[in-house]
């Protein structure tokens, strides 16, 4: 019912930055980046509501920032000061708000940042 489709990703020296992108065909109360490097579990990175309240993965926090476009329905990652860990396949999701806290159904189809040393 909401697709989702990534872009920005590409390959970066560490210390440089790069802006994902998420196109929504539909918007949701919920979207929030997560990522999945190789022989690793996927990971949340960063989320944002609807009403604007956001959290962050403690790895990240201070070098990435969520944010999104209501109008255009675009969820965006601004990602600065990289480093090799950060190297992921990066998913953008949406989903709905249940009782605790968000769950999210619906996912891209992933973009690839690669930070080099």
């Known amino acids: 019912q909401v697709q989702l489709v990534e872009s920005g990703g590409g390959s970066v020296q560490a210390g440089g930055s790069l802006r994902l992108s998420c196109a929504a065909s539909s918007s949701r109360y919920c979207l929030g980046w997560f990522r999945q490097a190789p022989g690793k579990e996927r990971e949340g990175v960063a989320t944002i509501a609807r009403n604007g309240i956001t959290t962050y993965a403690d790895s990240v926090k201070g070098r990435f920032t969520i944010s999104k476009d209501n109008a255009k329905n675009t969820l965006y990652l601004q990602m600065n000061s990289l480093i090799p860990d950060d190297t992921a396949v990066y998913y953008c999701?949406?989903?709905?708000?249940?009782?605790?806290?968000?769950?999210?159904?619906?996912w891209g189809q992933g973009t690839q940042v690669t930070v080099s040393s």
């Open positions: 999701a949406a989903g709905f708000l249940g009782w605790v806290r968000c769950e999210y159904n619906y």
